[in-house]
Antibody
Framework: EVQLVQSGGGLVQPGGSLRLSCAAS????????MTWVRQAPGKGLEWVAN????????YYLDSVKGRFTISRDNAKNSLSLQMNSLTVEDTAMYYC?????????????????WGQGTLVTVSS | EIVLTQSPGTLSLSPGERATLSCRAS???????FAWYQQKPGQAPRLLIY???SRATGIPDRFSGSGSGTDFTLTISRLEPEDFAVYYC????????FGQGTKVEIK
């Protein structure tokens, strides 16, 4: 079955760190750009970061640059998001998604395959 | 950044009725790089339409997308009970931005 299964997340204090993971199966993970999208409670969707198939290029939302790091291990079919210096504004459901139909060197694309989501709550 | 504005915020309709959802972009979305997603409570979004008018795999033909430039539309020809949800538009022409959502609720 083609799927993305997420883990990690939880409650963390402001300034803290958290690592999200995403396990891919049923497709050739190393052939795809991968992305993290988040959704604050009751709000819309927001692109966070993406990574090239070989991991050689990574792009970030301005507000998370320098704090979040996206990475992948193609041998283990896994995607990660290391989140440091978290603020209350980072509170959201985070989705691991597979890019589809990439346009341009930064891979502007739509999202066919989504993980189930993992909740990150930043609160004191 | 291309800002997407969806209207209306909420659409109250009955099963069997036609739903027309709009999304307006602050600048032209080149080559129709535009998508629509459906999201139900507690679930991840589901891709419905990509490239403005192409239906994603497994999506019923009562869903259709149209538009170009700055104005895009998602039409649900006859609402089924499972279609009541929140719908988001998404442009991937330059960077990636989403609309704020339109809730389709049962009247």
């Amino acid at each position: 079955e083609v799927q993305l299964v997420q883990s990690g997340g939880g409650l963390v204090q402001p300034g803290g760190s958290l690592r999200l993971s995403c396990a891919a199966s049923g497709f050739s993970f190393g052939d795809y750009w991968m992305t993290w999208v988040r959704q604050a409670p009751g709000k819309g969707l927001e692109w966070v970061a993406n990574i090239k198939p070989d991991g050689s290029a990574k792009y970030y939302l301005d507000s998370v640059k320098g704090r979040f790091t996206i990475s992948r291990d193609n041998a283990k079919n896994s995607l990660s998001l290391q989140m440091n210096s978290l603020t209350v504004e980072d509170t959201a459901m985070y989705y691991c998604v597979r890019d589809q139909g990439c346009r341009g060197p930064n891979c502007f694309s739509y999202y066919q395959l989504w993980g189930q989501g993992t909740l990150v709550t930043v609160s004191s | 950044e291309i800002v997407l504005t969806q209207s209306p915020g909420t659409l109250s309709l009955s099963p069997g009725e036609r739903a027309t959802l709009s999304c307006r972009a602050s600048q032209s979305v080149s080559s129709g790089y535009f998508a629509w997603y459906q999201q139900k409570p507690g679930q991840a979004p589901r891709l419905l339409i990509y490239d403005a008018s192409s239906r994603a795999t497994g999506i019923p033909d009562r869903f259709s997308g149209s538009g170009s430039g700055t104005d895009f539309t998602l039409t649900i020809s006859r609402l089924e009970p499972e279609d009541f949800a929140v719908y988001y538009c998404h442009q991937y022409s330059y960077l990636r931005t989403f609309g704020q959502g339109t809730k389709v609720e049962i009247k």
